[in-house]
DNA sequence: AAGTGGTCTAGACCACCGT
DNA sequence: CGGTGGTCTAGACCACTTT
């Protein structure tokens, strides 16, 4: 005999709106709010990078929905890769590391398309007011205290890349050059680790660009060589702009790779 | 009580290779196969884009699974963009329309970040042997037949794009400038509706170049002006390569957009 | 052996669409 | 109204990892 399911109270997961008759608004399904609640608990870092999830039934428990359910807002978040799930292990908050942040987040490959890891060496570190054109990039107050790198980046020993790092002072308490120093590659790695920022997703927009003065001098081209310049918004967890980058990059060994699907 | 399931005879969807004990094959979940075997059939052109597929209780018995793994399929399935689900209508091939097209295969926004719809107008249109590097964009042999097409578009108003399409004439029998006349834009709806072939996948590798001749002259910019150049390669749903594109763009007023996440 | 996530099933009921 | 996909639940069993 099948038992008849208790009729689910209609609640939701929170303070759910009501549907109204008359109007569209629909209440999101379970497995959604479960996946926010989630993804939540996880931007505010209630359970930080590389800690051990609560086991599957016990999530469903606190939140009030079937082991299905939960497991389906968990698969969700495993394909926003804020978390990863390893068979007999358990469920862990996805931490950055140099692999993850490469292989998502670094879009230049060789000829063949081969990606390597790039080093950098940089050349400049200060706090300065934000210009009018970075702030509104990163949505702060002009002359607003931001952090700002320069440096080049090598890929395979041939310098290819110059680039300029601005973030927003007051998320990155501390930032200077001796934290640059110990791992100036993949600082998407050092955000988390020192600042307990992650970034969650990026836009980047693309224009070519002749190369001047001391780009081409440390890029080794004549003055007028085209350039790509990547101008690139960071967000975190929580949604927030973390980050402005402005890349150029010589094209003459290298391309930028875009997949499309 | 709990009818006992019966055992699933351990079969598989097909000839699933039976898992050995000592070697590390593992037989792909029904769910996976349900999904590849869908894949295939819409691929094979089984279902037509458009068209209608069977309800999921008849899939599910078709495909010997249960509802909820075709279900799981199914939704693979939509996330990769083979079939579009309506509640209360039911399940249908996807079919490429402008939108789409527009939406996951055009990435050139302007200034402020908007996509428009480009218009085109067919500069030259002819069927020539490969040249080397169209043939190996294309993996197919020096000197195959290809259809050639250059045509520049603007957006907006203003031209800023030129390009040079290259199709292998076996997959495009037939094409030629009456065909390009109906339809100048969005040429993957055409691919679709006149020839059965889905791009379903691109890659695109992106330089930047010096504008020369008759580019800069078709752009409206100096000889050596900086230009983004696109170098597109398009698989169809069944995994062949079916187009080489590259395209040249004027970054004046337009940016190359790409997301990360 | 104990504990974890992974797979698969079965079925009730809801929401939407067309007739 | 009948048919479609959408949500949610419940539970058995499998596979993997660690102790």
Redesign the pocket.
Known sequence: M???????AAK?LAAAPR?SPLV?V?????????EEMLAQRIAEGLWQPGA?????????EVL?????????A??AL?RRRLIE???????FVAAETSERALFHFFRIVDLEGRKHAPTSYVLDCRTAPAAAEDAAALALAEGAALHQVRRGRAIAGSPCIVERIALPAWLFPGFALPVLREMTDELYVLYQRDFGITVARAEERLSAIAARGPDALLLGVAEGTPLIEIDRTAWDLAGRRVERRVTRLNTAAHRYLSALD
Chains 1, 2 share one sequence.
């Open positions: 099948t038992a008849r399911p208790r009729r689910r939701g549907p569209a629909r209440r999101a399904p379970l497995y959604a709010q479960a051990m999830l609560p086991p599957e039934p016990m999530l469903a009030g929905v079937s082991p299905g359910t939960l497991r389906k968990m698969a495993e799930r390893r068979q007999g292990r358990g469920t």
